[in-house]
């Protein structure tokens, strides 16, 4: 397995299907990934549920939070979901991980994401933790993580198919 390069991403983002949609290339291609930018902001609502069975699942209800007029969210203290601005199609040989921006960890703000598996399609979503006790502000289309991408020792088959393929999209 290895990281892609910024030239192997370069030539992702302009395939067809490319790689990640509605990117601003020049903006966002970094020398190990792809930043993403934050579209959604949701509070949870209600309690979550997760058994052992596969069946026995419910990710917990949300609303959503409201911005002022120049699309910034005050953010209190607390979990909330974010939805990314950008579409990704991972290809059955590619997966990737994503990370947090470091501005955001300098202000006491995390971002919890999972593995994006080999062929997930969807505009992904990840939990934004402020833990600042002063709140963090944030304004919509900001660059908040960073997708890094694994080429694997070969494709998967038949690649993601889960519930939340084309989530979002």
């Known amino acids: 397995m290895t ?3 910024r030239e192997e ?6 395939a067809t299907p490319p790689l990640i949609e509605d990117a601003d290339v020049p903006l966002q291609l970094q020398p190990n990934g792809v930043d993403l930018r934050v579209e959604r902001v949701q509070r949870l609502t209600s309690p979550g549920l997760l ?3 596969d069946n026995v699942r419910e990710p917990a209800a949300r ?4 911005t002022d007029k120049d699309g910034w969210w005050d953010l209190h203290r607390g979990a909330y979901v974010i939805t990314y601005r950008e579409k990704v199609n991972l290809p059955t040989d590619l997966m990737a991980l994503s990370r947090p921006r470091s501005s955001l960890l300098r202000s006491g703000v995390a ?12 505009r992904g979503e990840g939990l934004l933790a402020v833990l600042n006790s002063r709140g963090y502000r944030l304004q919509r289309g900001a660059r908040v993580a960073q997708l890094v991408f694994f080429r694997l020792s070969a ?6 198919k889960g519930r939340y393929h084309g989530e979002n999209a």
């Open 3 to 5: 990281v892609l390069s």
């Open 9 to 14: 991403l370069r030539a992702a983002l302009a």
């Open 51 to 53: 058994g052992a069975a």
């Open 63 to 66: 609303e959503d939070m409201p």
């Open 111 to 122: 971002i919890h994401g999972a593995v994006w598996d080999a062929g997930y399609s969807g």
């Open 155 to 160: 494709p998967t088959g038949e690649g993601y």
